[in-house]
């Protein structure tokens, strides 16, 4: 069995018992005042494992099975064996990495929350991008267009969004997120930045 597959099974597992146990969900969401003022760092991981609604939990594994398996089958043909071990890392840290700019924003505000797989998922998405650019990504199965060109819409909503924070959901952890994911991406594989250009340059549109 994938790691992809190990982790959507813990992250549904998860997310459905903290369904019905609310000291479950309140003890693992990502809350920076209690990270940062009683030391409860195990926030930073556990909350990418809850999920604030069934929709929540099934976007959020149904993208990342499909980009994760991606990842997965290009750090296992670049780095062999210790490919799987890389690829843990790299969707544990993901979940901190996208989380921790907001959270040492918030970290004096005791009533604010944040929860879910965005970030690491995003991390994904966009470290799937790096490698095939020119992938298409399907959108409801009906608008489908090149990977990079999504990614750069998304970047620029989640970086406006994330500047009003009108609808309540961190979009700067899926903005976050994305940026990791292509540093980590290129440090695993340092040449597919130039492939990145190459194939982007090479893209016709219409031809």
């Known amino acids: 069995m994938s790691v992809t597959l190990i982790i959507i099974i813990v992250t549904v597992a998860i997310s459905l018992a903290a ?46 099975y499909f980009f994760g398996m991606v990842v997965e089958q290009v750090f296992g043909q670049l780095l062999g064996d210790s490919g799987t071990i890389v690829y843990v890392i790299f969707y544990l840290s993901a979940i901190i990495i996208s989380d921790l700019p907001v959270a040492y924003k918030k970290r004096d505000d005791p009533m604010y929350n944040s929860l879910g797989a965005s970030g690491a998922v ?22 489908c267009i090149p990977g990079f060109l999504l990614g750069a819409l998304y970047v620029i909503y989640s970086y406006y969004q994330g500047k009003n924070m009108s609808d309540n959901i961190n979009h700067e952890a899926h903005l976050y997120g994305a940026i990791y994911g292509l540093i980590f991406a290129l440090i695993v594989y340092p040449e597919a930045g130039g492939s990145f250009i190459e194939q982007i340059l090479s893209y016709r549109p219409f031809g």
């Open 122 to 143: 995003s991390a994904m998405v966009f470290a799937s991008i790096l490698y095939f650019p020119l992938n298409d990504i399907c959108l409801y199965a009906i608008l």
């Open 19 to 64: 369904f019905n146990n609310a000291n479950i969900f309140q003890k693992g969401l990502m809350n920076p005042y209690m990270v940062f003022h009683k030391h409860q760092f195990f926030r930073l991981v556990t909350s990418g494992f809850l999920h604030g609604s069934y929709i929540h939990l099934g976007f959020n594994m149904f993208t990342f």
